[in-house]
């Protein structure tokens, strides 16, 4: 049976305090309905439908997954959300029911409701709490069947100490939602249509309802204000934290690392603290990365050193290169084996040779570097007219002295030097030495300004 799945996420979230929708809020880098949406698709649903009412247009311009839209103008409650995407369902699938705020559910504990669920079953995720206040509880008969969800507000007191609780996700085919949602009654304490009150009318009909349970209880946490955002965020990050040293990495402090991503690690890696991951990461046997570092759609080669407070975007470092501290790597830098970079210098599109060193205070730019040449303190390839790009090349071997600055377009020649100090503006040849500077003079006997006294 084909298989669909719909996620509520019209909700204002009032208590986030924030022009931002609630499922909108981040995890890991990624909206909350993001991760819902990543994995509806891991198990291959044929469609998702996603609710949406509070701020609809800046969900939709946010989520750039191939899904269907169902507007909830009004909030009435969760089954009138859902009747909301009954147009847009298969007479004959199987609809799983997700929600935006819950971001952290596993694709393997949806698979495991969709497998319970057909024509003459409904699968009902639930778990149990060591406080279940503010959650619907499961009413079970004397057979340990389920019939009926009974939510916080309208329990009688010894419903209220139920410890099992409904998590809102289900499976259940989509002919009974078509009969069973029109069907649904405000009548409560809320005046809100609960999709709980299916589970009723499927015992009623005789349709078993069967309960699977999550593997972890912070799988089915929602997310209504920000400290709860803030919990979820420290759950996952503690998973990716778990999976990096059972791969390999070793990690100074596991409750102090952001995976905003996929981070690959080799073997022997090891990662200080504060360090943030974003997008797709690769870090080969070997590597060392120090505290407060930021890399980011990158690839670190085998036995690469990256030190403290460095940024590394879009690079691609190849092996036993010397990286920072305070080093910051921008988009389209490549560095071949042992290459450096040191503290305080900036590259951008520039290919720095195998061993070549850029040791301090330097920018690079729209540069290529050749094998084991040397950039002095605080030289600068002056690569921007205002309008303009240019390229700047640096022989094999060649010789930047300090406080140079090389203005593009201009080619320096293997084996050249560079005179510290100069401003470079034409090509200079191989084996030659360039001097590009003021003559210095020397003035005898100079008097120094002296104030002079205000009138």
């Known amino acids: 049976?084909?298989?669909?799945?719909?996620?509520?996420?019209?909700?204002?979230?009032?208590?986030?305090?924030?022009?931002?929708?609630?499922?909108?809020?981040?995890?890991?880098?990624?909206?909350?309905?993001g991760h819902v949406i990543s994995s509806a698709k891991t198990i291959n649903a044929q469609a998702i439908h996603v609710v949406i009412g509070h701020g609809a247009e800046q969900v939709k311009a946010s989520i750039t997954d191939d899904v269907n839209w169902a507007i909830q103008d009004q909030q009435l409650g969760t089954g009138h959300a859902v009747a909301q995407a009954l147009p847009l369902l298969q007479p004959d699938s199987t609809v799983l029911i997700a929600y935006g705020d819950v971001p952290l559910v596993q694709a393997q504990t949806l698979q495991k409701l969709l497998d319970l669920a057909n024509e003459t079953t409904l699968a009902l995720l639930t778990v149990n709490l060591a406080d279940p206040t503010g959650y619907g509880r499961i009413v079970r008969n004397a057979q340990n069947e389920v019939t009926a969800i009974v939510e916080q507000k309208d329990a009688s007191?010894?419903?209220?100490?139920?410890?099992?609780?409904?998590?809102?996700?289900?499976?259940?085919?989509?002919?009974?939602?078509?009969?069973?949602?029109?069907?649904?009654?405000?009548?409560?304490?809320?005046?809100?249509?609960?999709?709980?009150?299916?589970?009723?009318?499927?015992?009623?009909?005789?349709?078993?309802?069967?309960?699977?349970?999550?593997?972890?209880?912070?799988?089915?946490?929602?997310?209504?204000?920000?400290?709860?955002?803030?919990?979820?965020?420290?759950?996952?990050?503690?998973q990716q934290a778990k999976a990096l040293m059972a791969a390999g990495a070793s990690l100074a402090d596991p409750q102090r690392i952001d995976v905003r991503g996929k981070?690959?690690?080799?073997?022997?890696?090891?990662?200080?603290?504060?360090?943030?991951?974003?997008?797709?990461?690769?870090?080969?046997?070997?590597?060392?990365?120090?505290?407060?570092?930021?890399?980011?759609?990158?690839?670190i080669g085998l036995g690469t050193v990256v030190k403290a407070n460095s940024i590394i975007e879009q690079s691609a470092i190849a092996q036993y290169c010397d990286i920072g501290p305070f080093a910051?790597?921008?988009?389209?830098?490549?560095?071949?084996?042992?290459?450096?970079?040191?503290?305080?210098?900036?590259?951008?599109?520039?290919?720095?040779?195998?061993?070549?060193?850029?040791?301090?205070?330097s920018y690079i730019g729209d540069c290529t570097i050749g094998v084991a040449a040397n950039i002095g303190a605080g030289t600068i390839t002056c690569n921007y007219d205002g309008v303009n790009k240019?390229?700047?090349?640096?022989?094999?071997?060649?010789?930047?002295g300090s406080n140079s600055a090389l203005v593009?377009?201009?080619?320096?020649?293997?084996?050249?030097?560079?005179?510290?100090?100069?401003?470079?503006?034409?090509?200079?040849?191989?084996?030659?030495?360039?001097?590009?500077?003021?003559?210095?003079?020397?003035?005898?006997?100079?008097?120094?300004?002296v104030k002079k006294d205000k009138k």
């Not at 690690?265 to 120090?290: H, K, M, P, T």
């Open 408 to 449: 593009a377009p201009v080619n320096i020649g293997s084996m050249a030097t560079v005179g510290a100090g100069s401003t470079v503006t034409s090509d200079v040849a191989e084996n030659s030495l360039a001097v590009a500077r003021g003559k210095q003079r020397q003035i005898n006997n100079w008097s120094r300004p």
């Open 390 to 400: 240019y390229q700047t090349h640096i022989g094999d071997g060649a010789f930047i």
């Open 328 to 361: 910051r790597l921008r988009p389209g830098t490549q560095l071949a084996d042992k290459a450096k970079i040191g503290n305080f210098v900036e590259t951008k599109k520039a290919i720095i040779g195998a061993g070549s060193k850029v040791n301090h205070l």
């Open 263 to 299: 981070l690959t690690v080799g073997q022997d890696v090891s990662i200080d603290v504060n360090c943030v991951f974003i997008g797709e990461v690769e870090l080969a046997d070997d590597v060392v990365i120090g505290p407060n570092c930021v890399i980011e759609n990158s690839r």
């Open 157 to 238: 007191a010894e419903q209220l100490a139920i410890a099992e609780v409904n998590t809102g996700i289900m499976a259940v085919a989509a002919k009974h939602l078509a009969t069973w949602l029109p069907a649904l009654s405000s009548e409560n304490a809320q005046g809100e249509y609960y999709l709980t009150d299916i589970i009723s009318m499927a015992a009623e009909q005789g349709i078993a309802v069967k309960t699977e349970q999550p593997e972890y209880e912070w799988e089915v946490q929602g997310a209504n204000n920000r400290e709860q955002v803030a919990e979820l965020e420290r759950y996952y990050q503690l």
């Open 1 to 33: 049976m084909a298989h669909e799945v719909v996620i509520l996420a019209a909700g204002q979230g009032t208590r986030m305090r924030s022009k931002l929708p609630k499922v909108l809020h981040p995890v890991a880098g990624k909206p909350m309905l």
